[in-house]
């Protein structure tokens, strides 16, 4: 992987898990993210955008990634039911995900409005693996 995609801002143990799982989509992401109610022990927002910078989304057959501002904003298995992917254009994406039923530690929701040339892509293997909880 070049650094043309983005390889370089996943962390290496992530990209390491991210090719023994068989990446299947692997490129650079744009856009924004809002945290809508969101709670974790140390940060509270009621909503929030920000900007996604220098971000990648992968995916393999077990997982869906979103990487972006130093950090995973989703990190969800694949065809997890507290995700909603919606097509916004040929190369936009809207991405929903209910944080408390990804992680117990949190609550709200997080939204991202992606753009990448895999959109059509990821929401298609997104839907096929709906139901397939490794």
């Known amino acids: 992987m070049s650094r043309a995609f983005g390889s370089k801002e996943l ?3 992530l ?6 799982e068989g990446i299947v989509v692997f490129g650079p992401v744009g856009g924004s993210v809002a945290h809508r109610s969101y709670r974790t022990t140390l940060h509270y927002a009621s909503s929030n955008w920000e ?6 989304i992968a995916m393999s057959r077990r997982r ?3 990487w ?4 995973a904003l989703v990190d969800v298995p694949l065809g997890h039911p507290a995700v909603t992917m919606e097509h ?3 190369e936009r994406m809207l991405l929903e995900a209910d944080d408390f039923a990804v992680n117990r530690s949190r609550t709200g929701w997080t939204t991202l ?7 059509p892509r ?5 839907a096929e693996g709906v139901g397939v909880q490794p």
């Open 11 to 13: 962390p290496l143990q």
């Open 15 to 20: 990209r390491s898990d991210l090719e023994s």
């Open 51 to 56: 900007n996604i910078a220098a971000g990648t």
């Open 64 to 66: 869906l990634i979103v």
């Open 68 to 71: 972006g501002n130093g950090t």
């Open 88 to 90: 916004q254009g040929p």
């Open 113 to 119: 409005m992606l753009r990448t040339i895999h959109a």
């Open 122 to 126: 990821i929401i298609q293997v997104y």
